[in-house]
């Protein structure tokens, strides 16, 4: 059974897929407002788009951050947005219990970085049948992805992507070494690379995260010239009063013109 991402870059030309939104569902209004932008653009430019936002960001630095509306309320927005403009749907998960329910609704389950190495979560998550894209622990080697991708396959699941991130070696900063995309790809997956997170400086402003977007687009373009299936972006309307991870998100107004090179960078590497 061929791999629900590998399929969606299959075709006459080399084209990458978007896994992209806001960092988390704030309303619905701003949540429908960068979806639909989002489908427009990939839409002419022929990209394959999964739509991406959160209905709970379980890891927020300070207990007083905003994480969501919770799980009931967001995932009744993400059916709606689903319904009425006719995407792909990515959340992400944090408990086992979880999963089935969100499987009813998303397209594609994700489980967050912090939470790759959880047995029971990821083979909750792969026995619901969805597609599952997998974000690489900033803690782990690009190499110990294979023990992920081993419970994966315990749980009978071929609808499997790794998203590379950065690695944290501490002082509120990251790193990327593109290393890691053939050395996962040769693991027999997909790789996305997440272009904003990996521009993240965690714990940064003391009480939330801080980010440097102005190296975002520089980072995707590395990705895909390394070869990634993919790319994950977070953008909002305006970056600057994101209730999540503003600092390292997209202005989505400027979504189309990187997308533009980047799918011109697609077609010149192949």
Same mark, same amino acid.
């Given at each position: ?7 969606l ?10 896994i ?7 309303n ?22 999964i739509?991406?936002? +959160? ?10 951050s905003?994480?969501?509306?919770g ?18 749907i990515?959340?992400d998960?944090?408990?086992?219990d ?26 909750a ?27 994966t396959?315990?749980?009978g699941?071929?609808h499997?992507c ?15 070494d ?11 997956v997909?790789?996305?690379?997440d272009?904003?997170h990996s ?5 940064g402003?003391?009480? +939330? ?6 190296f975002?687009?520089t980072l995707?373009?590395?990705?895909i010239?390394a ?12 970056p ?25 960078i697609?077609?010149a590497?192949g």
């Amino acid at each position: 059974m061929e791999n629900f991402f590998v399929r969606l870059t299959s075709g006459p030309q080399p084209v990458f897929f978007l896994i992209s939104g806001p960092c988390v569902i704030e309303n619905y209004d701003i949540t429908y407002q960068t979806a639909r932008h989002l489908k427009q653009i990939t839409h002419a430019l022929k990209i394959p788009f999964i739509f991406k936002a +959160s209905f709970d960001k379980a890891n927020r630095t300070s207990v007083n951050s905003f994480r969501g509306p919770g799980f009931e309320a967001g995932l009744d927005i993400l059916k709606t947005i689903k319904k009425e403009l006719d995407v792909n749907i990515l959340s992400d998960i944090h408990l086992p219990d979880q999963a089935r329910k969100a499987a009813d609704i998303l397209d594609v389950i994700q489980i967050p970085a912090f939470l790759c190495r959880q047995t029971d979560l990821i083979l909750a998550a792969c026995e619901t049948g969805r597609p599952v894209n997998i974000k690489k622990g900033q803690f782990l080697s690009p190499k110990e992805c294979g023990n992920i991708l081993n419970k994966t396959r315990e749980a009978g699941n071929p609808h499997i992507c790794i998203t590379e991130r950065g690695s944290s070696f501490g002082y509120n900063n990251l790193v990327v070494d593109f290393r890691a995309v053939p050395i996962i790809k040769g693991m027999g997956v997909p790789v996305v690379f997440d272009a904003t997170h990996s521009v993240q400086l965690p714990g940064g402003a003391q009480d +939330s995260s801080a980010g440097e977007r102005q190296f975002a687009p520089t980072l995707a373009k590395a990705a895909i010239a390394a070869g990634a299936d993919g790319l994950f972006m977070e953008t909002h309307p305006d970056p600057e009063k994101a209730l999540c991870d503003g600092p390292n998100s997209m202005p989505l107004m400027e979504m189309e013109t990187l997308l533009s090179t980047l799918f011109a960078i697609k077609q010149a590497v192949g």
